[in-house]
């Protein structure tokens, strides 16, 4: 027994650096990969993913009924803690489950609001929320008012020229045999022709893969390097996961690989619940006096804050 518990936890010790190099090295990859895609020279042709398939249906319907739960659940926690970083957490879930179901109704046919909670929640304003809950969880409270304002005040923005964009849709081009990531570049105007919305997408997507990647590979390592609470170990690693598997389909998308779309969706869903479930596990672990000051005082609790 004991040899076996040897062997598990130098298996831990080997296998946890590596995933957070892995996971880091991805990050810096994907935000340069992702400015490019945004702002390069890229074709406006796309692989033609038809609905008719139905897992194209299935798993928006799964991904979304997932998020309602995750989010609700998130929004519960900030209810009863009034802990500011669930209340960006659980409204951006609450945003990714928004886009999925507007991504059923446009399956089925067009509505020009059915697109604009698409686009501007999904493509738009959805992981930057999402990682300011983790900015708000691991900067200290001085830091807390400026990134939230600087937020609220790119999202009112954002929220403006989304809305006159809204006017310049070319809703004859939109077919609902395809799904929409495959076509609404056709749909919605290009940015020297009025889709200045266009132009501001990666700022909010690099903001937020970057703060939500970034915190929870960080989170993981403090967690290993002081040998202590593992189960928030593995729930930092998968959200950080999750949150690049979701980033590396959109980028995908915006090249015009859009079949992998759905499945990656419903992949990051089901990671960042299984993460945060992890993440947030009560743990009654005896530790020592020096262990336990730099729990309090040094690591992301994700149960007590």
């Known amino acids: 027994m004991k040899s076996r518990f040897i062997d598990k936890s130098i298996l831990f010790q080997k296998l946890v650096p590596t995933l957070l190099v892995v996971c880091s090295i991805t990050l810096i990859l994907l935000i340069p990969l992702a400015i490019w895609v945004a702002y390069g020279p890229m074709s406006d042709q796309t692989d033609t993913v038809t609905i008719g398939n139905s897992n194209n249906i299935l798993l928006p319907i799964l991904s979304a009924g997932l998020m309602i739960v995750f989010a609700i659940f998130v929004l519960n926690r900030y209810i009863s803690s009034n802990k500011i970083h669930f209340f960006f957490w659980g409204t951006g879930l609450l945003m990714f489950s928004v886009v999925s179901l507007s991504e059923i109704y446009l399956s089925m046919q067009w509505n020009r609001w059915a697109f ?23 900067l200290s409270s001085k830091w807390l008012r400026p990134t939230i304002t600087l937020l609220l005040f790119a999202s009112s923005t954002a929220l ?26 056709n749909i919605m105007p290009a940015p020297l022709e009025g889709g200045i919305i266009r132009l501001m997408t990666p700022f909010f997507n690099v903001y937020g893969a970057t703060s939500l990647i970034g915190g929870a590979v960080w989170s993981a390592y403090l967690f290993w390097r002081k040998s202590i609470l593992p189960n928030r170990v593995i729930g930092n690693i998968l959200i950080a996961i999750g949150a690049i598997i979701i980033s590396t389909t959109s980028i995908l998308t915006r090249i015009g690989v859009s079949k992998w779309w759905h499945l990656g969706e419903l992949l990051a869903a089901i990671l960042l619940f299984v993460g945060f479930i992890f993440a947030s596990r009560q743990t009654y672990a005896k530790v020592s006096k020096n262990t336990a000051m730099f729990t309090r005082q040094s690591v992301v609790d994700y149960t007590n804050e």
Not at 175 to 182: C, E, H, L, P, V
């Open 160 to 185: 403006i020229v989304m809305l006159q964009t809204m006017s310049l849709l070319d809703v004859s081009k939109f077919d609902n045999t395809i799904i929409m990531n495959a076509q609404y570049r």
């Open 116 to 138: 604009f909670f698409w686009y501007f929640f999904g493509a738009v304003l959805n992981a930057a929320w999402i990682g300011q809950g983790t900015i708000c969880l691991l």
